[in-house]
C-alpha cells in the first residue's frame, strides 16, 4: 500500500550507538528525542538497543505510547499548566522555565505521592524557552521551597529558534550558571543539558565545557545529520527513513501553464521556468503528507516541480530508466518532510 514509510529499525539503532558511544567518551549522557518520528515504540526501542538513557519527547501523547519502556522519560517542551497532573505521570523529567507551571507540577506531584524532577532551562541568547540568567537565584530558590519538585539539573536549547550555534562561549555561560547554584545554595546538579543535534560539531573541535553531562538528540540520530552546519556525520545512516510513492500519472507536456496565471492551491501566485516540453509524473502523495522541498530523491534525474495538497508533480524527462505508471519512485527526506510523513495517517509505515 502506498504511499508507505519504511523504517529501518536496524539503521536507528546503529546511529544511536555511533552517536551515545561518542557522547559516552565525552561524559555526556544521550536523550533519545522520538518526536519527530511520533515516538513510534519501535523506533524508541531500536533507540534504546542503540545505547539512548533517556527518551524525551515535546508532547504527552507520544510519551503515552512509550510508558510501559522502562527508561526515564522526558517532556520536552515546557508544560501547559492545564497538563500538570499527566505530565507528572508520564514523565520523570520535565524542561520549564514558569514558576507557576512548576507549582503546578508540584502539586500534582504531592497528590499523586511523587517527586518530579524538573531541568531548569536557561535562555542563553535563541529567544525560544529558557530563564534570563538575571532571574536565576529567584527561580532556584523558589523551586527549593517545592516539597514534591527536584531541581535535576539546568539546561540550554540553541538553533532551532534564533539560529544561534552552540558555542565554548554560550556553553560556558551555562556551567558558569550551574557552579553558581551549586555554591550558593549549597546543592549538587545532576544534569547539565547542553543543547541538542547542533552542540554534536563541538566534540569534533574544542569539545563541549566539561561540567555538560548530556544532550537531547533528535535529527542527527534519525538523519545521521549535526544541524549548526546542516554537515553529515560520518559514520552514520541517512536513509534510516524512506517514502516511497506511486506513479498516478505519467505524460509528456508543457512546463508552463496555458492561460491567465491566478493563484495556487495555497493561495501563492506560482512562477514557471520554461523548459519546453517534458515527462511529466505525478505521485499520490502531496502537501499533507511532506513538504515538497523536503524530499530527495533516490532515482537520478527526477526533479520535484510542484506539489498541491493530494499530488506530488516531479520532470522526470532526464531519468535514464523506463518508467511507467503504477511505478514508485523513492525519497529521502529532510526534518520537516519526515516530521509530516511520520505525522500523516495517510501514510503506511513499515518497520523492518
Ligand atoms: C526537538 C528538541 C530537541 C532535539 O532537537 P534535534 O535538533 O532534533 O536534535 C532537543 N531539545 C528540545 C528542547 C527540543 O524541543
Not at 565525552?26 to 545505547?51: D, H, I, P, Q
Not at 520532470?315 to 511507467?324: N, Q
Request: proline share 2%.
Amino acid at each position: 500500500m502506498y504511499p508507505r514509510l519504511t523504517i529501518d529499525l536496524k539503521k536507528i539503532e546503529e546511529n544511536t550507538r555511533y552517536l551515545a558511544d561518542k557522547c559516552k567518551s565525552n561524559g555526556l549522557s544521550t536523550m533519545a528525542v522520538t518526536k519527530v518520528y511520533c515516538a513510534f515504540k519501535e523506533v524508541a526501542e531500536a533507540s534504546l538497543r542503540g545505547g539512548a538513557e533517556y527518551l524525551a519527547d515535546s508532547r504527552l501523547e507520544n510519551l503515552n505510547l512509550l510508558r510501559d519502556l522502562d527508561v526515564p522519560k522526558v517532556l520536552l517542551r515546557l508544560p501547559m499548566q492545564s497538563e500538570a497532573k499527566r505530565v507528572v505521570e508520564l514523565a520523570d523529567i520535565s524542561l520549564n522555565s514558569e514558576i507557576e507551571t512548576i507549582k503546578a507540577l508540584n502539586q500534582a506531584a504531592q497528590e499523586q505521592g511523587k517527586t518530579h524532577k524538573v531541568l531548569l532551562m536557561i535562555d542563553l541568547g535563541d529567544l525560544r524557552e529558557g530563564i534570563l540568567k538575571k532571574d536565576v537565584e529567584y527561580y532556584v530558590k523558589s523551586i527549593l521551597d517545592l516539597s514534591n519538585i527536584e531541581l535535576f539539573g539546568i539546561g540550554v536549547n540553541l538553533t532551532c529558534y534564533g539560529g544561534v550555534i552552540p558555542s565554548a562561549v554560550n556553553l560556558g555561560e551555562l556551567t558558569d550558571i550551574a557552579a553558581s547554584i551549586e555554591e550558593q545554595f549549597d546543592i549538587k546538579l545532576n544534569m547539565i543539558s547542553g543543547g541538542n543535534s547542533s552542540s554534536l560539531y563541538l566534540l569534533d573541535r574544542e569539545g563541549l565545557p566539561s561540567r555538560i553531562n548530556n544532550l537531547r538528540l533528535g535529527e542527527a540520530v534519525v538523519l545521521g545529520r549535526e544541524t549548526a552546519y546542516g554537515d553529515r556525520i560520518d559514520g552514520t545512516h541517512d536513509d534510516c527513513f524512506t517514502l516511497e510513492a506511486e506513479i498516478i500519472e505519467l505524460k509528456e507536456k508543457n512546463s508552463v501553464p496555458t492561460g491567465e496565471i491566478g493563484m495556487d492551491a495555497f493561495g501563492n501566485k506560482p512562477e514557471f521556468e520554461d523548459r519546453g516540453m517534458m515527462v511529466r509524473c505525478i505521485l499520490a502523495v502531496g502537501q499533507q503528507d511532506v513538504e515538497k522541498g523536503g524530499l530527495i530523491p533516490t532515482l537520478e534525474g527526477v526533479d520535484i516541480i510542484g506539489a498541491s495538497s493530494d499530488h506530488l508533480i516531479a520532470d522526470v524527462t532526464h531519468v535514464k530508466s523506463d518508467l511507467k505508471v503504477g511505478d514508485t519512485l523513492t525519497f529521502k527526506m529532510e526534518y520537516g518532510a519526515l516530521l509530516k510523513a511520520c505525522t500523516s495517517h495517510y501514510i503506511n509505515k513499515i518497520f523492518i
